[in-house]
């Protein structure tokens, strides 16, 4: 399922994303583009990099 529509950045590519050493929504928007768009997907993504993080 798409977290950031705008962009077609998933839940896995977050995962992905943090498992290549993303650490920060900074990071995550560099990366993949998510939250660049309407901004919508932002509390989502953040949810997901705090969950991602803590599985590391
Ligand atoms: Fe992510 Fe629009 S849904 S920028």
């Not at 993303?22 to 705090?50: I, Q, Y």
């Amino acid at each position: 399922m798409y977290v950031c529509v705008c962009k077609a950045v998933s839940h896995k590519h977050i995962h992905r994303a943090v498992n290549e050493g993303a650490v920060s929504l900074r990071d995550l928007k560099n990366l993949t583009g998510l939250g660049t768009c309407c901004g919508k997907c932002v509390p989502d993504a953040r949810r997901t990099l705090t969950e991602a993080t803590a599985r590391r």
